[in-house]
């Protein structure tokens, strides 16, 4: 069995959530013979071309590079074949078919950024928040047919506080995983970690973490305010749960709640004020009580808090 460093890896990533793990690879000295990412697009209103973070990350410490329009392509999988690679690291990128994730002899180990079995899917993160979540974590594992059933390396649990939204959890994920990845790699080089099949004791109590659609993130205001507010931590600050002031769309980025009888229509909402003088604050009331919206980006405005944003604001 060849030592980590002589390891030959092969890693496919495509956002900063994967860089991190490929840094952590890179600083842990293993060997990264090739780094596998999605073409340029272009974006923006000049339709510039946009690169991922990973190519960034590649081009700078002068990894070898490949985007591949399709994984299936025969140049590519022919090149892939080229490197040799022992094992495959992949983190947030996309499907991949067989031939490429079983090209390995040690395999195609995966950082998903949630416990497995629970939350399989797209967007562990934001599900994990948005069901109210104390604890989540990581896991590494190997990639097999099914998405996300592969088995497990090793895990590691993170903790979710009242005050994390989507944007501070995927952080610390980020941080977690890309640890937990190099001592899943030192492990199965050493011996010291095995492969375990994923337990399912009732399939009815498996939490799924489907994509994030329009429906997802817009408030339904007949929830509890409890659920309200979790949802908006769990889309925050991207893509962000949004509602209607008025006949304009608004995202809202953080809220708190009180809890109690609202004494009006769900939806319904309100200005307060918390000096008894000039309106300060937002609330709109849930099935059982208010949800005050704290931080909003109201259609054609800035991000702003409620109390920039009601200075301008005639209701």
């Known amino acids: 069995m060849k030592s980590f460093s002589q390891l030959r890896i092969v890693f496919l ?7 991190a793990t490929l840094d952590a690879l890179v600083t842990a000295g293993a060997n990264i013979v090739a780094v596998i990412t999605v073409p340029d697009k272009p974006a923006g209103r000049g339709q ?64 998903h950024a949630s416990l497995l079995p629970q939350y399989r899917g797209a967007a562990p993160i934001n599900h994990a928040i948005m069901n109210g979540e104390t604890v989540t974590g990581v896991t590494t594992f190997k990639l097999k047919h099914e ?19 989507a944007g501070t959890l995927h952080d610390k994920l980020m941080r977690a995983g890309a640890d937990l990845l190099v001592e899943s790699v030192k492990g199965l080089v050493n011996g010291s970690i095995s492969e375990r099949p994923q337990q399912i004791i009732d399939e009815s109590e498996i939490k799924r973490a489907s994509k994030i659609f329009t429906e997802t993130r ?33 995202k809202v980025f953080l809220t708190h709640y009180n809890l109690g009888n609202p ?51 005639r209701p």
């Open 13 to 19: 990533g495509t956002p900063d959530f994967a860089v």
């Open 48 to 111: 510039l071309l946009h690169t991922s973070a990973v190519k960034d990350y590649a081009v700078a410490k002068n990894l070898p590079l490949l985007q591949p329009v399709k994984l299936k392509d025969t140049e590519f999988l022919e090149t892939l074949k080229s490197y040799h690679a022992d094992l495959q690291v992949v983190v947030a990128f996309r499907m991949l078919p067989e031939v490429v994730w079983n090209m390995p002899p040690m395999g195609t180990i995966n950082v």
């Open 147 to 165: 998405i996300d059933t592969g088995d497990i390396l090793l895990q590691k649990e993170v903790a979710i506080t009242p005050q994390d939204n």
């Open 218 to 250: 817009q408030i339904d205001w007949h929830r509890k305010a409890k659920d309200i507010h979790n949802q908006v931590r769990g889309l925050s600050p991207y893509p962000a749960a949004f509602t209607y002031i008025g006949n304009k769309t608004a």
């Open 263 to 313: 004494e009006a229509e769900p939806g319904t909402f309100e200005l307060v004020s918390s000096s008894g003088k000039h309106p300060d604050g937002l609330r709109f009331a849930a099935a059982d009580g208010w949800v005050y919206i704290d931080e909003l980006q109201q259609e054609g405005k800035k991000k702003m808090p409620i109390a920039e944003f009601l200075k301008g604001f």
